[in-house]
């Protein structure tokens, strides 16, 4: 059965696991991917992936907690997108598709952000999943 909750944390899980495009397996074909930079990336991105998994567990769950380690991880799939920037463009990625990945990633940052964050909308998402 399809509800808000199952959307939800369908979409939840889709944001978080978009986080993979940042890693060095998505990079352009012949864009340098080694060093530092791109590490850092790779472990950054993949628990903010493991992050949203776990928050998306735990609205299936219905556990009060989920809403935080969503939020928790929005703010560091944020994180993963400064070491991402200097190494992409660093390993001779174009600077418009850097770009399309940091501005994609910011606007589902955003979006987690004010549907858990303002008032109104936070009790709409928690009447829904609780509910």
């Known amino acids: 059965m399809f509800t808000l909750r199952t959307l939800g944390g369908i979409a939840l899980l889709m944001a978080g696991s978009s986080w993979l495009w940042l890693t060095p397996t998505?990079?352009?074909?012949?864009?340098?991917?080694?060093?530092?930079?791109?590490?850092?990336?790779?472990?950054?991105?993949?628990?903010?992936?493991?992050?949203?998994?776990?928050a998306t567990w735990g609205l299936f769950a219905r556990w009060s907690w989920w809403e935080y380690a969503a939020l928790g991880s929005a703010a560091l799939g944020l994180v993963a997108l400064?070491?991402?920037?200097?190494?992409?463009t660093g390993g001779g990625e174009t600077v418009g598709t850097a770009a399309w990945n940091v501005f994609v990633h910011v606007l589902m940052v955003a979006g987690v952000a004010v549907l858990?964050?303002?008032?109104?909308?936070?009790?709409w998402v928690n009447q829904q999943v609780m509910g």
């Open 26 to 54: 998505f990079a352009t074909r012949g864009v340098n991917t080694s060093g530092i930079w791109w590490g850092i990336t790779m472990v950054l991105s993949l628990l903010t992936v493991l992050g949203f998994l776990v």
């Open 82 to 88: 400064i070491p991402f920037w200097v190494a992409a």
């Open 116 to 123: 858990l964050l303002v008032p109104p909308l936070e009790r």
